[in-house]
Structures are given as structure tokens and as C-alpha cells.
């Protein structure tokens, strides 16, 4: 069935409602046919859903990558169609007054983005004029600009340059195809088969641009009414304003976003940054009238500027001390209320191009959402800030500590004394620790604590003043898993704990504080001995609401967690001198667990069950040892991380360290230390190993290879840098203990091994190979492995000479042919060189050269000192050995 002059519903819908005539179509169906009403229905479906479309298009974030594949598109089969050498089409932006396109730097490197003035050159020609220009010899042509037309690199001879044009006739696009196939220019037949496409083109790429505005606006919208909420909803001002302002610099594509806040008692803008590499916040406080933010905080006006260094109100001290390129600046003020300036935002370093204006009216409408909460924060400021010190005291103290009211019930208790109870430190979203809040504040200390007489001590201390010290109590308890009910959702429980801040018994838990639970994950919660049963636990010492119900738990069903401690019970004064709480303070004597858990973290359980069994004296006493000591370090390591944020290199570096001292255990290796990127284990202490030292070492070494191949597998499947290391082993004796002072002590090994290993892994780079052993490791263990011989070298501060190896692999794994001959030529060559015989020592690392690609840098640099040698002979007493320069 079809319907006759249908024409587009949706548009005669729009057209009849400006006109006021909406009731046009009630008229229009009255007289149709069912039929005719069906397909009626179809076409309107049909339109309904291409707006549907039209809407996900918009609220697709890959809009901006769509729209380059059409441009990608169009520029490949404009090229063919035409026969030109080169193709490029470039977009209008009239905002900006320029033309932009991006260049393709073939199939590995990124696009560039290139932008030309809107009036200048041929490309400006025809997009300001509409007109076509088809020139046979582009050098010699009138409006010729080397420094906007001329491509580096390249000479163009004929060129077409074609508009394109939108619906309502503006240029949107200009084409520019350069050198038409076999040095023919472009005639009238080009310019016609070119405008054969271009009303579509202009049509489509002027949708595109549509879309592409409407869903910026629309995230631009979105990412507001998001920072609003978010100012609205939290008093942690400079929390809440960092993470907004990271919005905003990751909606307009900036680099960064930074608050300078105004202290008018010092005249200073102060803010934190970033340094160049992620790795650390820098404090920076400038003059109120110094570089850009200071003169919009001084004048009040926006700063908008495409080059920083060429401002001269910009002040590069910043860059300096952090090591950053400022490009572009934002820069806009944050006032109040009153309209009193009170602070500045400033985004920088746009990713493409500089800030447009309607990045301006984005943070214009922000700042007025920022001075709101900046005012409103100020009335809770003071307030708060006393808070926090409290707060920060209580939780800074290593002890657990636990405050009391008149009667005896928890006021406050920071996280050692939680921790000490058994609640779980490593909750990531902190509602677990909510939960135990809950369950505790509010509770009779001694109902949580099951100390002997901690009831009747705490009592006399509130009521005489007195002050109690029991050494040695035993503290024991238990911790239960629960499934579901993991998650306390209620805000209204930080409701109770204030109640029971202010000394307010909070009575029933059936009341409108209780909080509400949902099933996500486990949950771990503190059950206490019974009195007179010490086998049954009762969960978090409550009496069940219904009498009838049992809660207890057997000895079985808990985790018994048993301390030693020392208690120490004091009354809490007022300035009056009168008593007004209590404070509990349990010290954990529970040394020997403590010194396990730090010991794993360095050395195998089952050495460290060893050095424990000796008693931690004997890591007191300085002993000599033969040991082998094992370095690793990351290559180019500031390259690979300039680009990543502080928490992106932590995340890297616990990854690549977590596999790497995996290898270091598991061949009964000890972690001395971490170095920055750098790894430094031992093999032979702190207690000898049955096995060889050094060929534990060479294992561990060998299995840091294979992980790391592992490793950067999984990182070529998401796109990202592959990471390097080189590795120094030596071997040798050493002096091992407790190094430091009585604050801070650190087992670890000093000696010449040391410092020939450190120093072999920097040798890494310059021999171009990832593990070195040193002739001290390799006599340990040379049946079992197969090396070449790189080099004699003197290690800086040092007068003897030492042969160092590349590590190959282990020799039960054979060579195969091409390697068998290359190391046979390297080691022919390396002879002839020692014996002084330069001319053969040339012939066989020449010989070698080409079976090792890509260059192996071992036989360039013997190539390099052969043929030196051989120009110009060494002095008699020359014995081959290279002295190194640096560390």
C-alpha cells in the first residue's frame, strides 16, 4: 500500500506548528483509509528514527573520530578520481578566521594538525572567494606563499584548488590536490567531474560539523550541570574544585587546569601543580599582580592567549622550577557573591589548536558556580579546619586510642585502634570502616574491648581523675566473614556518630538512624569471647533484638586474632580542671608478627622463619658474606613515563615491580631495595643458600627476561610503550647488617660487589644487551651458561680490570646455527683484538656484523676500536682494557 504525496511528516509537522496550524494533520487522518493510516504510521516511524539516530550520534564520544574517517575518506578517493599526487581537504573554521586539516606522517607516527590563516596563500584565496584555481605552474603563480602553500620536502608543479560549499552557499571546505598523474595539468574536465560530488560533500561534511558542535555543547552541558552538583554536594572545597576542574580541562581538551586561590592577607595567588613528570606536587605562590593569573586577578579581565611566550605578561619562573612548556592560557576570574575576586582558573596548553570563545562561556558559567561554593565553604572554614587537626592528630598517634564520655561510651577511635580489633585496612571505597564505626561509637568501651578491669579502671579514672598503666594485657577476639550486608549505604550513620560525639546515647538501634544494607561482597565483622564461655563468640557483643534468636558463633567460625598489650587509662581534662571523658590507649607488643609481615616483603617465608628462629640480633651484627648481588633497572625511564599522570606511573611500577620480585623469590632471592625504577636483590644473605648464589642470581635474571617479554606482551595489546631493563650481576664478599641509625635501621650489603653490579647494569646501555654478569659470577656458574666475552673494562673509582659477559641463556637449551656462528666470529675477533692483531680482529667482526640485526652494538664498538688500532697502534703496555667514565 503506499500513500501519495507524503512528502516528509515530520517536516510538514514543523512547518504547520510555526504557522499555529497543528491541527492540520488531526484533519489529514480523519479521512484516511486503514491502510492508508498504516503506511502513514510507517513513514512517521521511519523519520522518528532517523532522529533517534540523530541523538545517539550526538551523544557518541567517538563523533570527532567518525568525522576524521570521513574526511579520511573523501581526501583517498578525490586523490584517485582526480589523479593527483597529493590531496588535502581543509576545513573553515570561521570561529578562529583559519583553514585546519591534518596531515597524515605515514602509518606509525600521529596525524599533525596544520592551520593556515583564513586570507593568506592559495588555500585562503579560494575560501574566501568561492573561486576555483587551477594553475599549471604553482611557484610562479601571483598568490604563491612559500611559508602557507610550499610543502617541506616536497615541489609542486600543476594545482587544483576547488571550494566546497554548504547548503546555504558558505565555503565550508577547500581541496587542494597537488602534481596530477604523468606531469599533466589539471584541466576542465578535473573541475567539473569535481563539482559533479562537491554540493554532497559540502552537505555531509556540514553535518558533520553540525553534529560534532551539538554533541561538544551537549558534553559541554552535561559536564556543567556535573560540576555543579558536585560543588553543591561536598564542603571539601579543594577536592571538589580539583575534580572539576579536571572536567572541564577534559571536556576543552586541555593539558592542565589549575585554581590559584586569592590570600588577600599575603596579596599572593597560590595553587598546587604538577611537575613535568607526574611524579609530585609543587606549592606555587606568586605576587597578586605577577605573570597572567595576577593580572586577571588584578584587573578582573579574561586573558585568552595563543602563545604564552610571546605575552609579555607571562612569567616562565613557573616553568622553570617545574619543567613544563606552557603553549595557551585560559585564564579567568572566580568572584563571589559580593563581586569580590577570589580566585582565578586557568586551563593550558589546548591539545589542538588555542581556546575558542565558546571555551570562554564554558568557564564563565563554571566560575560562577565555583565563587558560590568558594563563599559557602568560608562559613563552615574554621569549623572544619579545627575538626581536621583533631581528626589528624588522633590518627597520626601509631598507638590505638579511643575516647570516651562521662559514661564510660566511645566517642571517637582513630584507625590503630579499629585496626588492632581486627577491622580490615585495605577496603578501597572505606564503607567497611563505616560499618565498624557504627557498631562502635556509642558502645560502653568495655563491651568492644574485652580487656580484664578495664570497666572498673576506666570508671575510677572518670570519677577520681586517676591515671592507670597495665603492662602485658592479653586482648583476644574474633573476625567473622559475612556474606552480603557488606555495605553500609546510610549517610544517616554518620548521623549517629556525631550524636555519640556530643555524649547523646543514642538508646534502640531500632531508630531512624539505623542504616540500610545492600548484598555487594563479603563483609568482615568483630565478634567478641563470651564472658563465661571463652569457645563462643558473640557478633559485635550484641544482644539479639529477638530474644528467642541466637547470634553465637562457634571457635570455629571466626578468625581468633591475640594480642599483647599495654594498656594505659587517663581521664580527659577540661579548663576547669575537671574531668570530662576518658582516654584508652592499647600499645600492640605484637613485635614478632609485625617483624614477619615486614620480613616477607624482602625475603622468602621460609628464610624469614630462619632469621626470626636466630632472634633479630643477628641481623644487628655486621657480617661478611659471599654473596651475589643482582641490579635492574628500567631504560628510559623519564621517556617513557613524561606522558603519564603520577597515578599512572605508581600503577606502572607496582605492576612491573610485583613480577619482577616474584622472579627475585622464587630463585630464594632477597630484596635489598627499590631505587626509584630500580631493583636491587641479593642472593646469600641474610642466611646461605644450598644452592649455588650466583646461579640463583643468573636464574632470577633469566626469569626477569621471560617475564618481562610476558609483560610487554600485554601491553602491545593495549597500545602502550614497551618497557626495557638492563641488569648488572656480580659476585663477591660483602659486609651485611642493620645500616642506619636507631630511628631508622635497613638490612642491607655495602662492598665492592655493590658497586660493580650498579655499575654493570649501566654498562647495559652502552653494550646494548639486557644482563651482564661480571667474571666473578660467571667463574661461579660458567658450565651452565652460555655468555661472550664483552669486553675488560676498569669500572669508574676503581684501578683493577674486570672481564664482563653478556648472559645468553642457560646451556641446557641449545644455540641454534646463526647464533653459534656469530658468537664464533665475535670470540675469533675478540682474540685477533687482544693479541693486537687489528687487521684480522676487522675481518672477523665484520664477518660477525651482519648476522646479529639489528646492529649489534658490542661489534660496533670493536669495529670502531679496530679500525682506530689499527691507524694508530696502542703503546706497548696496552692490555685491551677499556676504562669507563661514567656511573
Same mark, same amino acid.
Not at 39 to 55: P, Y
Not at 94 to 121: H, M, S, Y
Not at 397 to 413: E, F, K
Not at 501 to 524: F, Q
Given at each position: 500500500?503506499?500513500?501519495?504525496?507524503?512528502?516528509?511528516?515530520?517536516?510538514?509537522?514543523?512547518?504547520?506548528?510555526?504557522?499555529?496550524?497543528?491541527?492540520?494533520?488531526?484533519?489529514?487522518?480523519?479521512?484516511?483509509?486503514?491502510?492508508?493510516?498504516?503506511?502513514?504510521?510507517?513513514?512517521?516511524?521511519?523519520?522518528?528514527?532517523?532522529?533517534?539516530?540523530?541523538?545517539?550520534?550526538?551523544?557518541?564520544?567517538?563523533?570527532?573520530?567518525?568525522?576524521?574517517?570521513?574526511?579520511?575518506?573523501?581526501?583517498?578517493?578525490?586523490?584517485?578520481?582526480?589523479?593527483?599526487?597529493?590531496?588535502?581537504?581543509?576545513?573553515?573554521?570561521?570561529?578562529?578566521?583559519?583553514?585546519?586539516?591534518?596531515?597524515?606522517?605515514?602509518?606509525?607516527?600521529?596525524?599533525?594538525?596544520?592551520?593556515?590563516?583564513?586570507?593568506?596563500?592559495?588555500?585562503?584565496?579560494?575560501?574566501?572567494?568561492?573561486?576555483?584555481?587551477?594553475?599549471?605552474?604553482?611557484?610562479?603563480?601571483?598568490?604563491?606563499?612559500?611559508?602557507?602553500?610550499?610543502?617541506?620536502?616536497?615541489?609542486?608543479?600543476?594545482?587544483?584548488?576547488?571550494?566546497?560549499?554548504?547548503?546555504?552557499?558558505?565555503?565550508?571546505?577547500?581541496?587542494?590536490?597537488?602534481?596530477?598523474?604523468?606531469?599533466?595539468?589539471? $584541466?576542465?574536465?578535473?573541475?567539473?567531474?569535481?563539482?559533479?560530488?562537491?554540493?554532497?560533500?559540502?552537505?555531509?561534511?556540514?553535518?558533520?560539523?553540525?553534529?560534532?558542535?551539538?554533541?561538544?555543547?551537549?558534553?559541554?552541558?552535561?559536564?556543567?550541570?556535573?560540576?555543579?552538583?558536585?560543588? &553543591?554536594?561536598?564542603?571539601?572545597?579543594?577536592?571538589?574544585?580539583?575534580?572539576?576542574?579536571?572536567?572541564?580541562?577534559?571536556?576543552?581538551?586541555?593539558?592542565?587546569?589549575?585554581?590559584?586561590?586569592?590570600?588577600?592577607?599575603?596579596?599572593?595567588?597560590?595553587?598546587?601543580?604538577?611537575?613535568?613528570?607526574?611524579?609530585?606536587?609543587?606549592?606555587?605562590?606568586?605576587?597578586?599582580?605577577?605573570?597572567?593569573?595576577?593580572?586577571?586577578?588584578?584587573?578582573?579581565?579574561?586573558?585568552?592567549?595563543?602563545?604564552?611566550?610571546?605575552?609579555?605578561?607571562?612569567?616562565?619562573?613557573?616553568?622553570?622550577?617545574?619543567?613544563?612548556?606552557?603553549?595557551?592560557?585560559?585564564?579567568?576570574?572566580?568572584?563571589?557573591?559580593?563581586?569580590?575576586?577570589?580566585?582565578?582558573?586557568?586551563?593550558?596548553?589546548?591539545?589542538?589548536?588555542?581556546?575558542?570563545?565558546?571555551?570562554?562561556?564554558?568557564?564563565?558559567?563554571?566560575?560562577?558556580?565555583?565563587?558560590?561554593?568558594?563563599?559557602?565553604?568560608?562559613?563552615?572554614?574554621?569549623?572544619?579546619?579545627?575538626?581536621?587537626?583533631?581528626?589528624?592528630?588522633?590518627?597520626?598517634?601509631?598507638?590505638?586510642?579511643?575516647?570516651?564520655?562521662?559514661?564510660?561510651?566511645?566517642?571517637?577511635?582513630?584507625?590503630?585502634?579499629?585496626?588492632?580489633?581486627?577491622?580490615?585496612?585495605?577496603?578501597?571505597?572505606?564503607?567497611?570502616?563505616?560499618?565498624?564505626?557504627?557498631?562502635?561509637?556509642?558502645?560502653?568501651?568495655?563491651?568492644?574491648?574485652?580487656?580484664?578491669?578495664?570497666?572498673?579502671?576506666?570508671?575510677?579514672?572518670?570519677?577520681?581523675?586517676?591515671?592507670?598503666?597495665?603492662?602485658?594485657?592479653?586482648?583476644?577476639?574474633?573476625?567473622?566473614?559475612?556474606?552480603?550486608?557488606?555495605?553500609?549505604?546510610?549517610?544517616?550513620?554518620?548521623?549517629?556518630?556525631?550524636?555519640?560525639?556530643?555524649?547523646?546515647?543514642?538508646?534502640?538501634?531500632?531508630?531512624?538512624?539505623?542504616?540500610?544494607?545492600?548484598?555487594? &561482597?563479603?563483609?568482615?565483622?568483630?565478634?567478641?569471647?563470651?564472658?563465661?564461655?571463652?569457645?563462643?563468640?558473640?557478633?559485635?557483643?550484641?544482644?539479639?533484638?529477638?530474644?528467642?534468636?541466637?547470634?553465637?558463633?562457634?571457635?570455629?567460625?571466626?578468625?581468633?586474632?591475640?594480642?599483647?598489650?599495654?594498656?594505659?587509662?587517663?581521664?580527659?581534662?577540661?579548663?576547669?580542671?575537671?574531668?570530662?571523658?576518658?582516654?584508652?590507649?592499647?600499645?600492640?607488643m605484637t613485635r614478632e608478627k609485625r617483624m614477619k609481615t615486614t620480613m616477607y616483603r624482602y625475603m622468602t617465608p621460609r628464610v624469614a622463619e630462619q632469621v626470626m628462629a636466630r632472634g633479630e640480633d643477628s641481623l644487628m651484627v655486621g657480617e661478611r658474606k659471599d654473596v651475589t648481588i643482582l641490579f635492574s633497572d628500567i631504560r628510559g625511564y623519564t621517556t617513557l613515563t613524561e606522558n603519564l599522570g603520577a597515578a599512572e606511573v605508581v600503577s606502572l611500577l607496582n605492576q612491573y615491580f610485583e613480577?619482577?620480585?616474584?622472579?627475585?623469590?622464587?630463585?630464594?632471592?632477597?630484596?635489598?631495595?627499590?631505587?626509584?625504577?630500580?631493583?636491587?636483590?641479593?642472593?646469600?644473605?641474610?642466611?646461605?643458600?644450598?644452592?649455588?648464589?650466583?646461579?640463583?642470581?643468573?636464574?632470577?635474571?633469566?626469569?626477569?627476561?621471560?617475564?618481562?617479554?610476558?609483560?610487554?606482551?600485554?601491553?602491545?595489546?593495549?597500545?602502550?610503550?614497551?618497557?626495557?631493563?638492563?641488569?648488572?650481576?656480580?659476585?663477591?664478599?660483602?659486609?651485611? &647488617?642493620?645500616?642506619?641509625?636507631?630511628?631508622?635501621?635497613?638490612?642491607?650489603?655495602?662492598?665492592?660487589?655493590?658497586?660493580?653490579?650498579?655499575?654493570?647494569?649501566?654498562?647495559?646501555?652502552?653494550?646494548?644487551? $639486557?644482563?651482564?654478569?661480571?667474571?666473578?659470577?660467571?667463574?661461579?656458574?660458567?658450565?651452565?651458561?652460555?655468555?661472550?666475552?664483552?669486553?675488560?673494562?676498569?669500572?669508574?673509582?676503581?684501578?683493577?680490570?674486570?672481564s664482563i659477559y653478556e648472559l645468553i641463556g642457560e646451556s641446557d637449551v641449545p644455540l641454534n646455527d646463526n647464533t653459534k656462528r656469530f658468537l664464533d666470529f665475535y670470540a675469533a675477533g675478540r682474540q685477533a683484538y687482544l693479541n693486537r692483531d687489528f687487521h684480522k680482529a676487522l675481518s672477523y667482526f665484520k664477518q660477525a656484523y651482519p648476522l646479529k640485526p639489528p646492529t649489534d652494538q658490542a661489534v660496533s664498538i670493536h669495529l670502531q676500536r679496530s679500525t682506530y688500532y689499527r691507524d694508530n697502534p696502542p703503546p706497548e703496555w696496552w692490555d685491551?682494557?677499556?676504562?669507563?667514565?661514567?656511573?
Amino acid at each position: 500500500m503506499t500513500l501519495s504525496n507524503v512528502g516528509s511528516i515530520l517536516a510538514t509537522l514543523t512547518q504547520l506548528t510555526q504557522l499555529n496550524r497543528t491541527s492540520a494533520l488531526t484533519h489529514r487522518v480523519k479521512d484516511l483509509s486503514v491502510p492508508e493510516f498504516i503506511c502513514l504510521l510507517d513513514f512517521i516511524t521511519a523519520e522518528f528514527q532517523q532522529f533517534l539516530r540523530a541523538i545517539e550520534m550526538i551523544n557518541n564520544e567517538a563523533l570527532e573520530t567518525m568525522l576524521e574517517q570521513v574526511m579520511d575518506a573523501f581526501t583517498l578517493k578525490i586523490g584517485q578520481i582526480l589523479q593527483a599526487d597529493r590531496t588535502t581537504i581543509f576545513l573553515v573554521d570561521a570561529d578562529k578566521g583559519q583553514l585546519w586539516a591534518k596531515i597524515p606522517q605515514g602509518e606509525i607516527n600521529k596525524p599533525i594538525e596544520v592551520r593556515i590563516p583564513l586570507n593568506v596563500g592559495l588555500a585562503g584565496h579560494v575560501a574566501t572567494t568561492g573561486e576555483c584555481l587551477n594553475i599549471p605552474d604553482a611557484y610562479n603563480h601571483y598568490l604563491f606563499n612559500k611559508e602557507v602553500d610550499e610543502r617541506p620536502g616536497y615541489r609542486t608543479h600543476t594545482l587544483l584548488c576547488m571550494p566546497i560549499l554548504s547548503s546555504s552557499k558558505q565555503v565550508v571546505a577547500v581541496v587542494q590536490l597537488l602534481n596530477k598523474a604523468g606531469g599533466m595539468p589539471f $584541466d576542465a574536465d578535473d573541475e567539473q567531474r569535481f563539482r559533479d560530488f562537491a554540493a554532497s560533500i559540502g552537505i555531509i561534511l556540514e553535518t558533520c560539523q553540525s553534529f560534532y558542535m551539538a554533541a561538544r555543547n551537549q558534553r559541554g552541558a552535561a559536564a556543567l550541570l556535573k560540576a555543579t552538583a558536585s560543588l &553543591g554536594q561536598s564542603l571539601d572545597l579543594e577536592a571538589t574544585l580539583r575534580l572539576v576542574m579536571d572536567q572541564a580541562r577534559d571536556l576543552m581538551q586541555a593539558d592542565r587546569s589549575t585554581l590559584f586561590m586569592l590570600s588577600k592577607e599575603t596579596g599572593e595567588l597560590w595553587s598546587k601543580v604538577a611537575t613535568a613528570d607526574g611524579s609530585d606536587l609543587v606549592e606555587i605562590r606568586i605576587p597578586a599582580n605577577r605573570g597572567i593569573a595576577g593580572y586577571v586577578a588584578s584587573t578582573g579581565q579574561t586573558l585568552n592567549i595563543p602563545d604564552a611566550y610571546k605575552d609579555p605578561r607571562f612569567d616562565p619562573t613557573t616553568d622553570k622550577r617545574t619543567g613544563y612548556i606552557t603553549r595557551n592560557i585560559l585564564c579567568m576570574p572566580v568572584y563571589n557573591s559580593k563581586n569580590e575576586l577570589i580566585g582565578v582558573t586557568q586551563l593550558i596548553n589546548k591539545q589542538q589548536g588555542s581556546f575558542s570563545s565558546s571555551d570562554e562561556e564554558f568557564m564563565r558559567a563554571f566560575n560562577i558556580q565555583a565563587g558560590i561554593a568558594l563563599e559557602n565553604a568560608k562559613l563552615f572554614e574554621n569549623v572544619l579546619i579545627e575538626k581536621q587537626y583533631q581528626k589528624d592528630m588522633l590518627q597520626s598517634l601509631s598507638d590505638a586510642v579511643i575516647s570516651t564520655d562521662m559514661q564510660g561510651r566511645i566517642v571517637t577511635i582513630n584507625d590503630a585502634a579499629m585496626a588492632l580489633l581486627g577491622c580490615p585496612h585495605n577496603n578501597k571505597d572505606g564503607r567497611t570502616q563505616q560499618l565498624w564505626e557504627y557498631k562502635l561509637i556509642g558502645r560502653y568501651v568495655w563491651d568492644v574491648v574485652p580487656i580484664d578491669n578495664l570497666k572498673e579502671r576506666l570508671q575510677g579514672s572518670l570519677t577520681t581523675g586517676l591515671k592507670h598503666y597495665v603492662p602485658e594485657q592479653s586482648l583476644t577476639v574474633g573476625l567473622c566473614k559475612r556474606p552480603g550486608r557488606s555495605i553500609l549505604t546510610s549517610h544517616l550513620a554518620l548521623e549517629h556518630s556525631a550524636a555519640g560525639s556530643r555524649g547523646i546515647a543514642t538508646g534502640s538501634r531500632e531508630d531512624s538512624t539505623t542504616p540500610h544494607w545492600s548484598a555487594e &561482597g563479603d563483609v568482615y565483622i568483630l565478634a567478641l569471647p563470651k564472658s563465661d564461655q571463652p569457645d563462643v563468640y558473640i557478633p559485635w557483643n550484641e544482644t539479639p533484638w529477638d530474644s528467642n534468636a541466637s547470634t553465637y558463633l562457634s571457635k570455629e567460625q571466626v578468625q581468633e586474632i591475640e594480642r599483647s598489650i599495654n594498656l594505659t587509662v587517663n581521664p580527659l581534662m577540661n579548663l576547669e580542671g575537671t574531668v570530662r571523658g576518658g582516654l584508652v590507649v592499647l600499645e600492640d607488643m605484637t613485635r614478632e608478627k609485625r617483624m614477619k609481615t615486614t620480613m616477607y616483603r624482602y625475603m622468602t617465608p621460609r628464610v624469614a622463619e630462619q632469621v626470626m628462629a636466630r632472634g633479630e640480633d643477628s641481623l644487628m651484627v655486621g657480617e661478611r658474606k659471599d654473596v651475589t648481588i643482582l641490579f635492574s633497572d628500567i631504560r628510559g625511564y623519564t621517556t617513557l613515563t613524561e606522558n603519564l599522570g603520577a597515578a599512572e606511573v605508581v600503577s606502572l611500577l607496582n605492576q612491573y615491580f610485583e613480577t619482577m620480585v616474584e622472579a627475585v623469590f622464587n630463585h630464594e632471592g632477597t630484596l635489598d631495595k627499590f631505587i626509584g625504577d630500580a631493583l636491587m636483590a641479593v642472593f646469600g644473605a641474610p642466611l646461605p643458600l644450598k644452592e649455588n648464589h650466583a646461579w640463583m642470581a643468573v636464574k632470577s635474571a633469566i626469569d626477569m627476561r621471560w617475564r618481562l617479554a610476558a609483560f610487554n606482551q600485554s601491553r602491545m595489546l593495549t597500545n602502550q610503550p614497551l618497557i626495557r631493563i638492563g641488569i648488572g650481576i656480580s659476585s663477591g664478599e660483602v659486609v651485611a &647488617g642493620n645500616i642506619g641509625s636507631q630511628k631508622r635501621m635497613d638490612y642491607t650489603v655495602i662492598g665492592d660487589g655493590v658497586n660493580l653490579s650498579a655499575r654493570l647494569e649501566s654498562a647495559t646501555k652502552e653494550y646494548g644487551c $639486557d644482563i651482564i654478569l661480571s667474571e666473578y659470577t660467571y667463574n661461579l656458574c660458567r658450565d651452565r651458561i652460555w655468555v661472550r666475552e664483552l669486553d675488560r673494562i676498569r669500572v669508574k673509582g676503581k684501578n683493577q680490570a674486570v672481564s664482563i659477559y653478556e648472559l645468553i641463556g642457560e646451556s641446557d637449551v641449545p644455540l641454534n646455527d646463526n647464533t653459534k656462528r656469530f658468537l664464533d666470529f665475535y670470540a675469533a675477533g675478540r682474540q685477533a683484538y687482544l693479541n693486537r692483531d687489528f687487521h684480522k680482529a676487522l675481518s672477523y667482526f665484520k664477518q660477525a656484523y651482519p648476522l646479529k640485526p639489528p646492529t649489534d652494538q658490542a661489534v660496533s664498538i670493536h669495529l670502531q676500536r679496530s679500525t682506530y688500532y689499527r691507524d694508530n697502534p696502542p703503546p706497548e703496555w696496552w692490555d685491551g682494557v677499556e676504562t669507563l667514565t661514567t656511573k
